[in-house]
């Protein structure tokens, strides 16, 4: 086996392309996939070693594998992390940093705008291991301010939030949890590493569903931990070598592969995005369209300072509730109906219905995620084509 030289020097694109690099003996361009659960050992004292830790080497896919080895080091250049860790789904990443962190009398401070599964495993799973928590409006620093008890240990945002694509202050927050001796956990699906790098601003602890831009083509699941030295020794190794959420070595290697066009693809996301956003605005019919990079954005300036593009995904309110917007996606004849997000695809769905029909109308309400909101993942297909499926939806009678 041989290892990459001088990589630290690599700049991104040249981490994503070749970063983390394991080659066999055969000396293969394209990353090798070990699709095995075991190894095997020339002597007995061999396992004995690395089992007591004195010898470096695999054991057991579920403790470590070199085709997860790979995307892990991959991923850990493109975000400037430490280290990383990854797991079978983004669920299983978000569940293993606050379960394998926290204990019954912890507390824990979350933005309400977050998906909706992490939403349940603060509120219900979390509560059940009499750990608590305090939901605040992402945007407000005061109100994370005055969410601090001495008992906080973790905070928790997505930014850009979904849906409503609002933008959380990276610094400021971090810089409370500091003051606060608490762990910031930054969700960043929705930008990828190519967009937006928390731990630059001071984010503890960074995690995805790989599912999303990093996969990029709706294939497999997956997701990652990105932390530093320490949270991995005390807390993460040892949890997730026992629990085992650990990601299929297929399709760590299709994320792997996938992280080499990772910055190609986010930048044609972000101006086809940006050419949707900028075409619904002027459609009759569209009250109010999100995107974090249109100057009528609420936090358009933070959302530059953090962001090196928009990214993919537009949310727009029409004039009207939930029959108004079933009717445009039933007209809809190329974006797909479809609540996944991050894929070549363009793909539409109605937040109130799926992603957040869990929530009440009045948590909805406090969200800003309204009957007549949509969101559309915007895809790399002709962004015309885009617009002009939008348009001729947007003109369909209501049936
Ligand atoms: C922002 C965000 N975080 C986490 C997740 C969970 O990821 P996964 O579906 O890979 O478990 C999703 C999935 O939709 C998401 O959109």
């Not at 700049?11 to 394209?30: D, H, L, N, W, Y």
């Amino acid at each position: 086996m041989t290892t990459q030289k001088d990589s630290k020097n690599w700049r991104p694109q040249t981490q994503a392309v070749r970063g983390g690099q394991i080659r066999t003996a055969f000396q293969e361009t394209s990353e090798a996939l070990f699709l095995t659960s075991g190894y095997a050992y020339d002597a007995p004292e061999e396992p004995e070693a690395r089992f007591k830790g004195e010898q470096d080497g695999y054991t057991y896919s579920r403790y470590g594998n070199p085709t997860v080895t790979m995307f892990e080091a991959r991923m850990a250049a493109l975000e400037g992390a430490p280290c990383a860790r990854a797991t079978a789904s983004g669920m299983a990443a978000v569940s293993a940093v606050f379960l394998s962190s926290l204990r019954s009398g912890d507390h824990v401070v979350a933005a309400r705008a977050m998906f909706g599964a992490c939403r349940f495993v603060v509120e219900d799973i979390l509560a059940r291991f009499g750990i608590t928590s305090t939901i605040v409006d992402g945007t407000d620093l005061e109100a994370w301010q005055r969410a601090i008890t001495p008992a906080t240990k973790l905070f928790f945002l997505e930014t850009p939030a979904n849906p409503t694509l609002a933008i959380a202050d990276l610094r400021g927050i971090a810089d409370l949890a500091d003051k606060a001796g608490a762990r910031l956990m930054v969700d960043n699906a929705f930008a990828s590493p190519a967009l937006q790098r928390p731990m630059a601003f001071g984010a503890h602890i960074v995690v995805h569903s790989s599912t999303k831009y990093i996969d990029g083509q709706g294939r497999a699941m997956g997701g990652m931990i990105l932390c530093h030295e320490d949270f991995l020794t005390q807390h993460l190794q040892p949890f997730l070598r026992n629990t085992g959420p650990t990601i299929s070595p297929f399709n760590a290697w299709l994320h792997l592969k996938s992280l080499e066009t990772l910055s190609l693809r986010m930048r044609a996301h972000c101006d086809n995005a940006l050419a949707v956003a900028n075409f619904l605005a002027e459609q009759k019919g569209v009250r109010r369209v999100l995107y974090p990079f249109r100057p009528d954005h609420p936090q358009y300036d933070l959302a530059r300072a953090q962001m090196d593009g928009g990214g993919g995904v537009v949310t727009f309110a029409l004039d009207g509730a939930k029959d108004e917007a079933f009717a445009l996606l039933r007209a809809l004849k190329l974006i797909d109906i479809s609540n996944n997000l991050g894929d070549a695809k363009s793909l539409m769905t109605h937040p109130a219905t799926t992603t957040h029909s869990k929530l009440s109308p009045e948590e909805r309400a406090k969200l800003g995620v309204s009957d007549g909101m949509l969101r559309i993942s915007v895809g790399l297909e002709d962004p015309a084509d885009l617009c002009d499926d939008l348009e001729q939806a947007l003109k369909a009678p209501r049936v």
